[in-house]
């Protein structure tokens, strides 16, 4: 039985701006199997099922409460927009690290990594080397988690295919860099 099934789309919109909760735990347990399903399926686990749909409902009761919102899709869609949305960046928080050949497709997670022998100074000033546009590129793509798009827009690049040959650039420029300062020993032992 759908618990929303009491409230329509538009009842639930004007529940939640009348700061009715009940319209909020009528969709957390109705749309609690899609989001889970969901998480489970794009590599996440049940106990962070619980935590994306409550930050997703709360996103839900922000966004109906400003002043122009209007509902224009399913409220079901709406709720899996942001879900997906909340989702995809803690994942991307997960995987900070991505290899830059994006057809590859092969993520290095920062779990992969050993920290005992890895010196973060190293790293620090290996990148305090690059010219700027490369610090900045870089750090908004492995440390902020910005997407492509984003970054063209924020550093006046042309597009997103600019974006992915400077970052293939400057991560190459990166890579030599430790290459000639360092062999597989200082890092592996």
Same mark, same amino acid.
């Given at each position: 039985?759908?618990?929303?099934?009491?409230?329509?789309?538009?009842?639930?919109?004007?529940?939640?701006?009348?700061?009715?909760?009940?319209?909020?735990?009528?969709?957390?347990?109705?749309?609690?199997?899609?989001?889970?399903?969901?998480?489970?399926?794009?590599?996440?686990?049940?106990?962070?099922?619980?935590?994306?749909?409550?930050?997703?409902?709360?996103? *839900?009761?922000?966004?109906?409460?400003?002043?122009?919102? %209007?509902? #224009? &899709? +399913?409220?079901?869609? !709406?709720?899996?927009?942001?879900?997906?949305?909340?989702?995809?960046?803690?994942?991307?928080?997960?995987?900070?690290?991505?290899?830059?050949?994006?057809?590859?497709?092969?993520?290095?997670?920062?779990?992969?990594?050993?920290?005992?022998?890895?010196?973060?100074?190293?790293?620090?000033?290996?990148?305090?080397?690059?010219?700027?546009?490369?610090?900045?590129?870089?750090?908004?793509?492995?440390?902020?988690?910005?997407?492509?798009? *984003?970054?063209?827009?924020?550093?006046?690049?042309?597009? %997103?295919? #600019? &974006? +992915?040959?400077?970052? !293939?650039?400057?991560?190459?420029?990166?890579?030599?860099?430790?290459?000639?300062?360092?062999?597989?020993?200082?890092?592996?032992?």
């Amino acid at each position: 039985m759908r618990l929303t099934n009491r409230f329509s789309d538009s009842q639930l919109v004007e529940e939640i701006k009348a700061g009715n909760e009940d319209a909020l735990v009528a969709m957390q347990k109705s749309y609690y199997a899609m989001v889970r399903n969901f998480i489970l399926k794009n590599n996440g686990s049940v106990d962070e099922v619980d935590d994306v749909l409550q930050d997703s409902l709360i996103a *839900v009761w922000r966004n109906v409460n400003k002043p122009n919102f %209007t509902l #224009t &899709v +399913k409220m079901s869609t !709406y709720l899996m927009a942001i879900v997906k949305n909340l989702w995809f960046k803690q994942l991307k928080k997960k995987t900070r690290f991505t290899v830059v050949d994006e057809s590859l497709q092969e993520k290095i997670t920062t779990d992969d990594i050993s920290t005992s022998h890895l010196d973060f100074r190293v790293i620090h000033d290996m990148v305090a080397n690059l010219d700027e546009t490369c610090k900045k590129l870089l750090g908004y793509f492995y440390f902020d988690g910005l997407d492509n798009k *984003v970054i063209a827009e924020k550093m006046g690049f042309a597009n %997103t295919n #600019t &974006v +992915k040959s400077k970052k !293939y650039q400057c991560f190459k420029r990166l890579q030599k860099s430790v290459m000639e300062e360092y062999n597989k020993d200082d890092f592996f032992n």
